[in-house]
């Protein structure tokens, strides 16, 4: 069966410093992966999606980055966080257009 | 522009209560409909979808919705809640027509509350 993996599942870290949030999917392959952010615990923006390794595609502008070094790793990056970056992140993966994404738990990052 | 409306932000009822929580959409040609529910501090977990074929879904833990084409809905139904089923419910829709990105659009989130 499938199953996706992120973590920390919690992070503070202070302004200026980088971020490096991984994500992995297992049992399915080829996936697409996408890094989702929620605000406030309400609506989810999504943030970046993958349709495979090394393409990344932005649908915001931000502070942050994404990368598929791999078919099932999806890394979302900062260099230098914001404190506008707090939130709760979440990665998802789905197979295609017709099918539900399913979630990882998220990681709460706050920034101080 | 693709967009997904929840026009409530939370949802009071009842324990055995029937509940409905609001959903309506607006994309070009068919869409694919989803409901995700969420627990505190948690991801998203997906209930049910809607693709095409009957337009009354059901899916997990009793809940079921009815895509209505003219008037742009997919309200989310259960006909008894439990205190067990407050949460967070999001509708998100999938516009066929962004090729193999499969990417979602959600709504705000409806809070739904069932008191004892």
């Known amino acids: ?112 | 522009a693709q967009s997904v409306a929840q026009p409530e932000d939370q949802v009071n009822v009842a324990e055995g209560n029937p509940l409905t929580v609001k959903c309506t959409y607006s994309v070009s040609g068919n869409p694919y409909l989803f409901w995700y529910v969420q627990y505190p501090n948690r991801g998203l977990q997906f209930l049910l979808k809607y693709i095409t074929g009957d337009n009354l879904v059901k899916g997990s833990y009793g809940f079921e919705a009815e895509f209505n084409k003219s008037q742009t809905s997919f309200h989310l139904k259960k006909p008894s809640a439990l205190v067990s089923d407050s949460a967070l419910y999001f509708c998100a829709v999938r516009d066929p027509f962004t090729g193999n990105t499969g990417k979602l659009i959600f709504g705000q989130g409806t809070t739904l509350q069932v008191k004892p």
């Open chain 1, 1 to 112: 069966s499938q199953t996706i993996h992120q973590w920390p599942a919690t992070l503070v870290q202070p302004v200026g410093s980088p971020l490096s949030l991984e994500c992995t999917v297992e049992g399915t392959s080829n996936p697409n992966l996408y890094w989702y952010r929620q605000a406030a615990g309400r609506g989810l923006q999504l943030l970046f999606y993958s349709v495979g390794i090394g393409q990344i595609s932005s649908e915001v502008p931000q502070n942050l980055s994404a990368s598929r070094p791999q078919d099932r790793q999806f890394i979302l990056s900062s260099k230098k966080l914001l404190l506008s970056d707090s939130g709760f992140y979440l990665c998802a993966w789905s197979v295609t257009q017709n099918t539900e994404a399913f979630f990882g738990q998220g990681t709460r990052l706050t920034v101080v």
